[in-house]
């Protein structure tokens, strides 16, 4: 017994730590909710407000009657809160709220025929909705089901016209069935706006998506969503892939971000496996290279190659004094991206190759020299040459110091040119930005950053860009479009 104790426990161990840890990490928090809440009510009222009613008809005593055309025409919900539900996902709640229709009648009284509208009003409206959030087969995050339960207290009905006070005594009547096929009514409105409309928003929320020409990002949820009663947390793959090689992907040994805070509307956290992953994939890609020369090279920087280099021209053969001068610029490895308490570097190592072009014949190389980089990540995904170390890996008659000097301006130069953007290549995407796990028209704004060891935090709150109704109008469009 004691040994089936041990193996189970080792299992579980194993299984622990076999776990893929999030390159990329998202939290909502009640400040969020609390947001997402005016638009949520705004939109489950335009969805009641569709509801449509089946034509009721009967007859009572001596009347028929025939009910139609029945119109919401006003919701007033006294009550509306969205909170998380722990360990099942989102609840919207509406209690003693009030809505308001109309509808024509159709109604025969012995040999008396009489139609026009009946106004009519339910009390006492209450829904019960929890959204059961989970990760889908693709891994993203979806409602997978929805529980519901409405209630109308009460319901009124006033008729006008000719007879309306003969016809008082079947609002009972009528108010019963109407109050029934009302409440019929209110809960598949609500599946159909959860499982349909919002699915379809949830759909918007990148998983797996090309970044640009060279590489993608896979955003798909690792486990399904956590939900606690203050907060909502993803943990996504956050991984960065070549397109033309899909399967060679960095392994993830970075360490689990973890966000602690709740004062935001949404806290992201991003680990140095997703940076590392970025910077692995365009470097398998073969990006990190350039070739500078001819119409490429700038007047300045083969003035300061020829002046730095004329000495070993010289001994080397001196009719190549006047041929043109090539530098080129290779990564020899993947960088490598440090996350610290106090900021975010990348360390580049490249290969400096700086070379005679005579006309006809190959290229005569002048001197190569390993370089490394170490550059400061800051928010915004802006670069900032932090520090700057060189070392050569081959002898040659200039000083150490000489080609520090000459390759510390080069490099600035090829950072700052317009004909050169070496350094701004090798961190574009960075600069460009790409898109984070949230719904098409969500965005960050009043972003803080606080780095830790392994990971970095950006705590933001949300901003709609769009009404939800209008995201989900766009989505559907561009389904409809994407289909011809």
């Not at 600035?412 to 317009?418: H, I």
């Amino acid at each position: 017994m004691a040994s089936c104790t041990v193996s189970i426990l080792f299992l579980l161990i194993v299984a622990m730590s076999a776990a893929e840890p999030p390159g990329c990490k998202i939290r909502i928090t009640n400040r969020g909710l609390e947001m997402l809440k005016y638009e949520t009510q705004k939109f489950v009222v335009e969805e009641l407000s569709n509801i449509t009613m089946p034509e009721m008809k009967g007859n009572e005593g001596r009347f028929e009657y025939t009910i139609n055309e029945v119109k919401i025409n006003e919701l007033n919900l006294t009550y509306a809160d969205l909170a998380f539900q722990p360990g099942l996902g989102l609840l919207f709640e509406v209690q003693n709220s009030s809505i308001a229709l109309s509808f024509q009648r159709r109604i025969l009284y012995w040999f008396f025929y009489d139609t026009g509208a009946i106004n009519a009003s339910a009390e006492g409206v209450n829904i019960h909705t929890v959204l059961h959030m989970t990760k889908d087969e693709l891994g993203r995050l979806k409602i997978s089901n929805i529980t519901c339960d409405a209630s109308i207290g009460k319901m009124k009905m006033k008729f006008t016209g000719t007879l309306g006070r003969v016809y008082d005594f079947l609002a009972t009547f009528l108010t019963t069935g109407m109050r029934f096929l009302l409440n019929q009514q209110i809960c598949p409105a609500m599946n159909h706006a959860g499982l349909v409309l919002i699915n379809s928003l949830l759909e918007t929320i990148p998983v797996r998506t090309e970044v640009d020409k060279y590489v993608g990002i896979d955003y798909s949820l690792l486990s399904d969503p956590v939900v606690t009663s203050r907060s909502l947390d993803m943990d996504f793959r956050g991984m960065f892939f070549e397109l033309g090689n899909e399967n060679n992907t960095l392994v993830n040994y970075a360490v689990n971000p973890i966000v602690r805070e709740y004062d935001r509307m949404v806290y992201l956290g991003l680990s140095e496996y997703f940076f590392d992953s970025g910077l692995y994939s365009y470097y398998k890609a073969g990006i990190f290279q350039m070739n500078i020369a001819n119409e490429r090279m700038p007047k300045d920087l083969e003035m300061l190659l020829r002046t730095t280099y004329f000495g070993t021209i010289m001994m080397m053969n001196p009719a190549l004094v006047e041929y043109p001068i090539s530098l080129r610029l290779e990564l020899n490895s993947a960088p490598k991206t440090t996350i610290k308490t106090s900021g975010a570097t990348v360390a580049v190592t490249a290969i400096a190759t700086v070379m005679v072009l005579p006309p006809g014949t190959a290229p005569v190389q002048l001197s190569s020299m390993t370089m490394v980089r170490s550059c400061l990540l800051m928010l915004k995904y802006s670069v900032f040459i932090d520090r700057f170390k060189i070392f050569s890996n081959q002898s040659a008659l200039e000083s150490l110091a000489v080609r520090f000097c000459a390759l510390s301006s080069c490099l600035s130069l090829s950072y700052n040119s317009d004909h050169m953007q070496w350094g701004k290549k090798v961190f574009n995407w960075t600069k460009r930005g790409v898109s984070i796990p949230l719904a098409d028209g969500l965005d960050f704004v009043e972003e803080v950053v606080e780095y830790h060891n392994g990971y970095l935090i950006i705590g933001a709150n949300l901003h709609f860009s769009k009404g939800l109704r209008e995201m989900i109008e766009r989505k559907i469009q561009t389904d409809a479009e994407n289909a011809i």
